[in-house]
């Protein structure tokens, strides 16, 4: 279901951690990120490193936020929260996408940042791309107007609900709870606030018999729900965090590797800034060009 990947190899991932300076941070996050695009490839899957040479865009490494891609040559972009991220945007990005992949049309969203109107991409939506539906917890970064714009322009379903962690907080990015493979779900149940709808939506993903892999609030915060399923040359891979992976039980572990290898990435100091492997990486849903 899920092919190829885009990672972003930041020079300025992140921030002073534990006393380092931000330049050893920043060599630090890119080391990473370049070793878990080795370790993706190792296993057959492709990934597109782009690089960022510059300093303004410290959070370039998680480029699901932009842009997405999808079957039949579509390219989304998006708007985003952060002033400070729409510097992320790159047309170069894009171009590399058409040059090595079949791109029949890209369609802007961006501009609704002017009305204070925000979606940020595969974080603020987890799609299901076998029923078609677009998973969304409620937030500041996932305006429903845009969401249903979206769902119309590339026939989702949308279906919103109310999230918060552990604390109570409110989740703004929906890929930080649940993942969606073709046999399996990881999500955080408990993280739906009103209990109808944490019904709803777990009968909703059992009903498409995927095997379901309930995580705690506290494996939540170990980004166990922040993981995405790629096809590498020997079939799915699911990638995920070492972290995320260690807080795993050992059941959930068995479920997982029953329909995929398991490729836990070790990101330590990028996950420090708030996301983990869902978010670096921009899955690839494009027809490639002969060649390329």
Not at 104 to 131: C, K, N, R
Not at 218 to 236: D, H, K, P, V
Request: net charge negative; hydrophobic share 40%.
């Amino acid at each position: 279901m899920r092919g190829s990947a885009t990672i972003t190899g930041s020079a300025d991932c992140g921030a002073r951690i534990d006393g380092r300076p931000v330049d050893a941070v920043a060599r630090a996050a890119y080391d990473e990120a370049t070793e878990a695009a080795a370790r993706l490839e190792a296993l057959g899957v492709t990934v597109d490193k782009v690089e960022d040479e510059t300093t303004d865009t410290p959070d370039s490494c998680f480029p699901n936020n932009w842009f997405s891609t999808h079957s039949g040559g579509h390219v989304a972009i998006y708007p985003m929260y952060s002033p400070n991220r729409r510097r992320e945007r790159r047309s170069d990005v894009i171009e590399m996408l058409k040059h090595r992949y079949r791109v029949q049309d890209v369609i802007d969203y961006s501009g609704l940042e002017q009305d204070d109107v925000f979606l940020e991409g595969t974080g603020a939506m987890v799609l299901d791309h076998i029923e078609r539906v677009a998973y969304a917890a409620r937030s500041n970064r996932t305006n429903e107007v845009a969401l249903e714009r979206f769902c119309t322009h590339f026939n989702y379903e949308p279906v919103v609900f109310d999230a918060c962690d552990g604390a109570g907080t409110p989740v703004y990015h929906t890929n930080v709870l649940m993942c969606i493979g073709t046999r399996f779900v990881m999500i955080g149940l408990d993280t739906i606030r009103v209990p109808a709808r944490r019904a709803e939506i777990a009968q909703r993903l059992a009903d498409g018999g995927r095997d379901l892999v309930e995580l705690t609030h506290e494996q939540i915060a170990e980004f166990a729900g922040n993981a995405i399923e790629l096809t590498g040359t020997c079939g799915s891979v699911l990638a995920l965090s070492a972290r995320a992976w260690a807080a795993l039980r050992p059941a959930q572990k068995a479920v997982l590797e029953s329909h995929a290898t398991i490729a836990p990435l070790s990101i330590p100091t990028i996950e420090r800034a708030g996301g983990s492997v869902r978010c670096m990486l921009a899955g690839v849903h494009l027809a490639a060009r002969p060649g390329c």
